[in-house]
Structures are given as structure tokens and as C-alpha cells.
Nanobody, 124 residues
Framework: VQLVESGGGLVQPGGSLRLSCAAS????????MGWYRQAPGKQRELVAI???????????TYEDSVKGRFTISRDAAKNIIYLQMDSLKPEDTADYYC???????????????WGQGTQVTVSS
């Protein structure tokens, strides 16, 4: 299984970016997929996670500082997740990682699948 992120880059404060993460090497959908980020000198933190639900609406959790600004979504048929980031702030600058698990849980760890990361820089 491979996860490949794309969409990072440099953006001015207040701007927007859309990250994508495509999973390959499996025909099964992940019950848990999410985005983490790691800023220089800081620990990796959860940004948003989406858990599958029976009605396919999805159960979503956001880190407090991104609520109302970031939106996670999923194309389950293609095993792709997105992170729409609006109203970006300099403190959103970090490496963003996609993660996925075949276990439905809200915290992912080193035993799950991770992408290589994509850099997001918010600066004027």
C-alpha cells in the first residue's frame, strides 16, 4: 500500500490550498483516513480524520485550531482524501502527512500507512 500526497506549496496568509492523498496497492477502502502535520521543532499532530460510517456520511474530527477553516473529504471509490485549507495562517506552516488504517480508530500511529509528506508554507 502506498499513499501519495500532492498539493502543497507556498501561499500567502489568508489564502487557500487543497491537498490530495491517493492510496494505491489495495482494493479495499480504509475505514480511517486522515491528515497530520509536523511543524519545525514540534511534534506531529492530528489535523483532521475521517472515519467511515454505515450511512457513508463519515465521522470527522478536526484539531481545534483548524475548525471552520479546513475541510476533509473523501472519494471512497478512488481511495482518495482531500484537505481543503482556507484562511491559512503562518502557524499552519508544516509538513502535512496523509495517513490511513484498516482499523477504524481516531488516532493513527507508526503501524499504519503514511505518505511521504507535502510541505505547506504560509508566508507573505
Amino acid at each position: 500500500v502506498q499513499l501519495v500526497e500532492s498539493g502543497g506549496g507556498l501561499v500567502q496568509p489568508g489564502g487557500s490550498l487543497r491537498l490530495s492523498c491517493a492510496a494505491s496497492g489495495t482494493v479495499f477502502s480504509f475505514p480511517a483516513m486522515g491528515w497530520y502535520r509536523q511543524a519545525p521543532g514540534k511534534q506531529r499532530e492530528l489535523v483532521a480524520i475521517l472515519l467511515s460510517t454505515v450511512d457513508r456520511s463519515g465521522e470527522i474530527t478536526y484539531e481545534d485550531s483548524v475548525k471552520g477553516r479546513f475541510t476533509i473529504s473523501r472519494d471512497a471509490a478512488k481511495n482518495i482524501i482531500y484537505l481543503q485549507m482556507d484562511s491559512l495562517k503562518p502557524e499552519d506552516t508544516a509538513d502535512y502527512y496523509c495517513a490511513a488504517s484498516f482499523t477504524r480508530r481516531s488516532t493513527l500511529n507508526a503501524n499504519d500507512y503514511w505518505g511521504q509528506g507535502t510541505q505547506v508554507t504560509v508566508s507573505s
